[in-house]
């Protein structure tokens, strides 16, 4: 009955909400309906009937039924549903190519949205790409910043494709990120495979997410349609409550509400106290809900007294009754039948204790479960077979722990959202404080594969037994979750792609030459010197971290491989990066080292350029950077794509690290170098950066100390620190102490 009462209510208040927010209007003559849509303030179609020009609309009366728009985008959007809740539901275009039954393009289109003042809804919408053999990319704008993102949807046929999946053949998605105010989508179909397939068209889109299912009745529907539903973000103004409330002549919550901040963008939202329904923008717009007048409102047995945003129950004065007059509670029961009461308290209070040891039990057996549960995690997620491997490597410094999920939730703060340092298409990462005070990095995967849990646990072993100074430490594991939880170390100051591509931040050539060397050493590690070799199979500036002495960190083992000694290759499923992935593993699933050979050229490529890996807003020949670099070395135009202070005196470096880079790149992996061999060239380098830097060093100080000797030893010393840090760096600046003792010792 308390169901069926509290379902009537929500439906009762949803309802008058609708009716309240519906006829609240500044003046009769605004417009409350176009159409099946209504328009509640702040929006409006004429003037003193919207809050400021963001809320204006536009009613096309031309159309039957009449259609409405927002009016302050590039192009007109087609408004279907204004909400109080801060969104308001548009169509938006599909971008999409067709082709012929020869393969033959046919007939494509891109699609765009610019807004003015309301951002794309990131918790509503999903970016959706449709077809076979089909890369779906959206470019976005969030300020002065840009953002790329995009899936890959693969199938043979039609037939192949599955239906309402959210992920899988012939389709898949993608989530985008906040404040995005412009966008861009594209559609890039291969034309190399299944020429003769009967599939027209293939789709990119940014749709709202409950209101679509795939099917591949899509194929065709999509074609005609060409619009999809998307929802976008709505706020008022650009302060957050506690900024507007300073001001109260602008701040636009009404009596009897409450202020929100918006979490897409700057701005608040205002909506009616509990006990309250209409529109919080309007004076007198919040009005007392009468509980009194419907039953399902309240619960009174005799009496209701309605309060503001409130009511009250009491018993009937003219009788000898007592009691709170509430169904619920003791109701209202006259003086005869006091004995009775006693009898039904004494009944309630055995029942309560009941209800008591009732609830001690279920807590006790609630507890036992979640231990249960646990136990089954942790043996389904390889705990014992760990334990196992860990017991056979006592007397070693380097042991992967095995942490408790208690010990990683309250280091989380039980995986809180502001913990959240990263997330990708593995899962999440979060930063966690161990009770020692020690900082770490904690991944929470998506996705495990029970049946690999061996080869879980192998990798768990090795990866923390890995001791190389560049590679981020794997500290240990939980597996008392449903989804294993890796420990890392923490490194602080961002990837190497962050500083790359941030136009704020510049790497000298030098920094470059030794990030490049280090990570070099790396994989030549992992490849040659590991005790199992180990193929990371997704290496990229974006798992290349920086610590705050930018000594470089490899991280992001999730997809790595450990290779039998037995074995030169592997056979996997094709995983890793677009414009990073070797051609040769793409064609043919063969997994060897020589794959990440190739990611380590493009790398460099990008450490040379400044460009990205895959750049869909350059020209079509520009747009992969190592098929672009490639091209430069051969047709002599490198120092032209090459970043301009790269190339200021470090041409001869310049060339030979760009050979290094095209000899990595090359088609076939069997003519590729190994990593060792790509370490020590790259080693051989900075090797000697370092000494032709050092010489300068120890010139200039001597020179400083000759010529410029200002009588006191301690002051030519910090001079000479300061002129050394300029001209060479600062990675070894005793040579200011080596150079000036011997001076000062002999005047």
Not at 269 to 287: D, F, T
Not at 428 to 442: E, F, M, R, S, W
Not at 548 to 556: E, G, L, N, Q, R
Not at 567 to 574: A, I, M, R, S
Request: charged share 20%; aromatic share 8%; net charge negative.
């Amino acid at each position: 009955m308390t169901s069926a009462r509290d379902s009537t209510k929500v439906v009762l208040v949803a309802c008058l909400v609708m009716i309240s927010a519906a006829s609240q209007t500044i003046h009769p003559s605004c417009q409350k309906k176009c159409g099946s849509v209504s328009i509640p303030y702040p929006f409006g179609t004429i003037e003193d009937c919207y809050m400021n020009s963001n809320f204006y609309v536009a009613c096309n009366t031309s159309h039957r039924p009449p259609k409405l728009f927002l009016w302050n985008v590039t192009k007109t959007i087609e408004v279907l549903e204004l909400s109080l809740n801060g969104h308001l539901r548009v169509k938006s275009p599909v971008a999409y190519v067709c082709y012929d039954e020869k393969g033959v393009l046919v007939d494509s289109g891109n699609s765009s949205m610019t807004l003015q003042a309301f951002p794309f809804s990131y918790t509503q919408n999903k970016f959706v790409g449709i077809g076979c053999d089909t890369l779906s990319t959206i470019n976005a704008t969030i300020g002065k910043n840009y953002s790329a993102g995009g899936c890959f949807s693969l199938c043979s046929s039609v037939e192949s494709s599955t239906n309402g999946s959210r992920f899988g053949i012939g389709f898949c998605q993608t989530s985008i990120p906040k404040n995005i105010l412009a966008y861009e989508a594209r559609v890039l179909r291969s034309n190399m495979l299944h020429r003769d397939m009967n599939i027209p068209c293939s789709y990119s889109l940014l749709v709202e997410e409950d209101s679509f299912e795939f099917s591949t009745d899509d194929f065709i529907k999509l074609q005609k349609r060409r619009t999809v539903s998307t929802v976008l973000d709505w706020a008022v103004g650009n302060l957050t409550c506690e900024e507007a409330k300073n001001n109260l002549t602008s701040y636009v919550c009404q009596e009897n509400s409450v202020c929100i901040d918006s979490q897409n963008g700057p701005g608040y939202l205002c909506g009616c106290l509990e006990g309250y329904v209409g529109n919080a923008y309007l004076q007198g717009g919040c009005q007392d809900i009468d509980e009194c007048a419907n039953p399902s409102l309240n619960d009174c047995s005799d009496i209701c007294i309605n309060l503001p945003g409130s009511y009250n129950c009491s018993c009937p004065k003219t009788r000898k009754h007592q009691g709170d007059g509430r169904k619920g509670g003791s109701g209202c029961v006259s003086n005869l039948q006091h004995v009775v009461n006693e009898i039904v308290i004494g009944t309630g209070i055995g029942l309560v204790l009941l209800l008591t040891g009732s609830g001690w039990l279920y807590h006790i057996f609630r507890k036992r479960k979640r231990a249960s549960l646990s136990a089954r995690y942790f043996k389904r997620n390889g705990g014992l077979m760990l334990e196992q491997q860990i017991s056979k490597m006592e007397g070693s410094s380097e042991r992967a722990k095995i942490f408790t999920a208690r010990e990683l939730k309250k280091a989380t703060e039980n995986f809180h959202e502001s913990r959240i340092i990263g997330r990708g298409g593995y899962g999440t990462v979060y930063k966690g404080i161990l009770p020692n005070d020690q900082v770490v990095a904690i991944k929470k995967s998506k996705l495990v594969d029970h049946s690999q849990t061996e080869q879980f646990v192998n990798e768990v072993v090795v990866l923390s037994q890995i001791n190389h100074r560049n590679v981020v430490k794997l500290l240990g594991c939980c597996l008392e979750t449903e989804m294993p939880l890796l420990v890392y170390e923490f490194v602080n100051n961002g990837t190497l792609f962050d500083h790359i591509h941030n136009e704020n931040t510049t790497l000298p050539w030098e920094t470059r030459l030794r990030i490049a060397a280090e990570t070099a050493g790396v994989l030549a590690y992992l490849h040659s010197s590991a005790s199992i070799p180990i193929i990371h199979r997704d290496f990229k500036s974006t798992n290349i971290l920086l610590d705050d002495k930018y000594t470089a960190k490899v991280s992001d083992f999730g997809t790595s491989r450990l290779v039998p000694r037995d074995k030169c290759q592997l056979t996997t499923l094709v995983q890793g990066t677009l414009g990073y992935l070797d051609p040769e593993y793409f064609q043919t699933s063969q997994l060897t080292e020589k794959s990440d050979v190739y990611s380590f050229g493009v790398v460099l490529a990008e450490l040379l350029t400044g460009r990205r890996a895959l750049s869909f807003d350059m020209p079509e020949e520009e747009r992969n950077l190592a098929l672009y670099f490639l091209s430069a070395v051969k047709d002599d135009y490198l120092f032209q794509i090459v970043e301009d202070f790269v190339n200021e005196g470090n041409s001869e470096q310049v060339k030979e690290v760009s050979n290094i880079a095209q000899w990595c790149l090359r088609l076939r992996g069997e003519e590729r170098p190994t990593m060792k061999e790509v370490a020590m060239e790259l080693e051989s380098l900075k090797t000697m950066t370092a000494t032709t830097s050092l010489i300068n060093a120890t010139s200039n100080a001597a020179e400083y100390v000759i010529g410029e000797r200002s009588g006191s030893a301690e002051r030519d010393t910090a001079n000479c620190h300061y002129t050394y840090a300029i001209r060479a760096g600062p990675e070894d600046d005793t040579i200011c102490n080596d150079v000036m003792s011997p001076l000062w010792d002999g005047r």
